[in-house]
């Protein structure tokens, strides 16, 4: 299974952005060879804050569009939740990360969901955010369609 982060959404809309082709073959990619991408409700939430937030994106979705964007996600990829239990493991997660402060909280409670629910990759574009955690590979949406041989 591989996470498909927040990131990856965003670019996939939003076609003025350089990462678009590439977040948009992955996601079709996936989608189409039956790979398991997944994703978890903080990326859905995630997802919405940024692309309603036009101090984020030039131009924001209304909270209508949002919905209706966060449904056909949904649509694509398996919506994985590890409730409490990720809650849980972030305490663990903490524990290795001593200096972790601010917002890098939310990736670590990604990663802690992660590891529960025994997913060990993330499509990102984050990746120097993710390589910190143990046990977690971090990869771009173009790493991963170089890895399944598919053309730029």
Not at 22 to 50: D, K, N, W
Not at 87 to 111: C, R, T, W
Request: proline share 4%; net charge positive.
């Amino acid at each position: 299974m591989i996470l498909i982060d927040t990131n990856v959404w965003v670019y996939a809309i939003n076609v003025d952005a350089p990462q678009n082709g590439a977040s948009r073959r992955f996601i079709e990619t996936v989608v189409s060879t039956r790979h398991e991408g997944v994703i978890m409700p903080q990326i859905l939430l995630e997802f919405y804050a940024i692309v309603t937030d036009k101090r984020r994106i030039a131009l924001p979705l209304t909270s209508e569009q949002a919905l209706e964007q966060m449904k056909v996600i949904r649509s694509l990829c398996r919506l994985v939740d590890a409730g409490g239990k990720g809650l849980e493991n972030l305490s663990h997660i903490m524990a290795g990360q001593p200096g972790l402060k601010g917002a890098k909280i939310f990736d670590a409670y990604l990663v802690a969901q992660m590891m529960v629910a025994g997913i060990n990759r993330i499509c990102t574009y984050n990746t120097h955010d993710f390589k910190v955690f143990k046990g977690i590979t971090p990869l771009t949406p173009e790493e991963l369609l170089e890895i399944r041989g598919i053309r730029q």
